[in-house]
């Protein structure tokens, strides 16, 4: 499979919001970039992540309104982040022990260099599929 690295470079560039922002902010740039979460940066330090699923719990059935609320009110601030050494297997595992469906991608200063989905890491694992059965086919009959 291909490196972490690789995963996040062939990605457009990551979305972020500011914990000041309004919710209906934050759901206009999902919306907009037909995302599912984004990265909630302060001063350009990763303080959390917006999703959908943040929304759905914490304003829609709340009766909060998206207009008058901060992201910072109801985003994932206990996150889980990956660096480029981990593999797509480990994400993976992480995703799937956490419960979460995103996974910022930190470098060795603590930067944010994107953010990985559990869409992401499925094709990733389809394509090393796919290619290990041509691979396997190929050497059959041949």
Same mark, same amino acid.
């Given at each position: ?15 972020? *919001?500011?914990?000041?922002?309004? $919710?209906?902010?934050?759901?206009? &740039?999902?919306?907009?970039?037909? +995302?599912?979460? @984004?990265? #909630? ?40 982040? *990956?660096?480029?050494?981990?593999? $797509?297997?480990?994400?993976?595992? &992480?995703?799937?022990?956490?419960? +979460?469906?995103? @996974?910022? #991608? ?20 389809i394509s090393h599929q796919k290619f290990t059965i041509e691979q396997l086919v190929s050497y059959i009959q041949n």
């Amino acid at each position: 499979m291909r490196p972490l690295k690789q995963l996040i470079e062939g990605k457009p560039s990551t979305v972020t *919001v500011g914990p000041d922002d309004s $919710v209906f902010t934050a759901l206009n &740039l999902l919306a907009q970039f037909d +995302i599912g979460a @984004l990265l #909630v940066l302060d001063q350009g330090r990763l303080v959390g992540i917006f999703s959908e699923r943040d929304y759905a719990r914490k304003i829609i059935l709340k009766g909060k309104a998206s207009k008058d609320t901060p992201v910072r009110e109801i985003m994932s601030d206990r996150l889980s982040c *990956v660096t480029l050494n981990q593999t $797509v297997e480990e994400c993976m595992a &992480l995703m799937t022990d956490k419960h +979460i469906r995103h @996974l910022p #991608v930190i470098g060795a200063n603590q930067e944010v260099l994107g953010i990985i989905s559990i869409g992401d890491l499925v094709k990733e694992t389809i394509s090393h599929q796919k290619f290990t059965i041509e691979q396997l086919v190929s050497y059959i009959q041949n």
